[in-house]
């Protein structure tokens, strides 16, 4: 089985700074993409930033500037570093990647069980 394990998400007052981290473990051959998305209470879920396996990334406007994305292949783990936090920041974070798994036939997209992160005002 392939999964994806989330962790570093707390609580922090507004201003501050967590770094999640996602790892993949299990009969992985490849990695393409890597995701972080979240979801606050009663909210949708909404994309936040993109990793490629070559290291372009993308983020979505409102963390522009505060988050980076990261990622260590021989590790296979995706990292997001949230500096100035605000409370809106406040949600269920989720990693995404597209995962080739041992004699699969086409990558698929896995998703991790998510991580809590609160900012306090």
């Known amino acids: 089985q392939v999964q994806l394990v989330e962790s570093g998400g707390g609580l922090v007052q507004a201003g501050g700074s967590l770094r999640l981290s996602c790892a993949a473990s299990?009969?992985?051959?490849?990695?393409?993409?890597m995701g972080w998305y979240r979801q606050a209470p009663g909210k949708q879920r909404e994309w936040v930033a993109t990793?490629?396996?070559?290291?372009?990334?993308n983020y979505a406007d409102s963390v522009k500037g505060r988050f980076t994305i990261s990622r260590d292949n021989a590790k296979n783990t995706v990292y997001l570093q949230m500096n100035s936090l605000k409370p809106e920041d406040t949600a269920d974070y989720y990693c995404?990647?597209?995962?080739?798994?041992?004699?699969?036939?086409?990558?698929?997209?896995?998703w991790g069980q998510g991580t809590q992160v609160t900012v306090s005002s």
């Open positions: 299990g009969s992985i051959v490849s990695i393409n993409a």
């Open positions: 995404n990647a597209d995962i080739l798994a041992f004699s699969a036939v086409r990558l698929y997209d896995y």
């Open positions: 990793i490629t396996n070559s290291g372009r990334t």
